[in-house]
């Protein structure tokens, strides 16, 4: 099969980091990128979908402090979320400053 020269304009940096993935793959640059190419003929489409993040940094960074709070055995538990809201009633001062 032929090949030809095709010219890219790449990011410097994302090039970089790429050519040192590929090589701990034992693939170059420009297997890769047939290999890319292929991909996208046999789905017809790009091989991955491509979207936007369903939730804000924010959103995402609040969750994984939940996760790391509900994982701290230092964290206290409650029965019932009536048994949460009478204590905060109980020290309504803290969450009043």
């Known amino acids: 099969m032929a090949s030809?020269?095709?010219?890219?304009?790449?990011?410097?940096?994302?090039?970089k980091q790429a050519?040192?993935?590929?090589?701990?793959?034992?693939?170059?640059?420009?297997s890769a990128?047939?290999?890319f190419l292929r991909q996208c003929i046999l789905h017809q489409g790009l091989p991955f979908n491509v979207e936007l993040p369903k939730y804000k940094?924010?959103?995402?960074?609040?969750m994984e402090e939940a996760k790391r709070i509900t994982k701290d055995s230092k964290t206290k538990r409650y029965n019932s979320f009536?048994?949460?809201?009478?204590?905060?009633d109980t020290?309504?001062?803290?969450?009043?400053?």
Request: net charge negative; proline share 2%.
């Open 4 to 15: 030809i020269t095709t010219e890219i304009n790449i990011d410097e940096e994302l090039k």
């Open 19 to 30: 050519a040192e993935l590929f090589a701990q793959l034992g693939l170059d640059m420009s």
């Open 33 to 35: 990128m047939n290999m």
């Open 57 to 62: 940094p924010a959103v995402i960074e609040a």
């Open 82 to 88: 009536s048994e949460a809201l009478e204590d905060m």
């Open 91 to 97: 020290h309504a001062d803290l969450f009043n400053r």
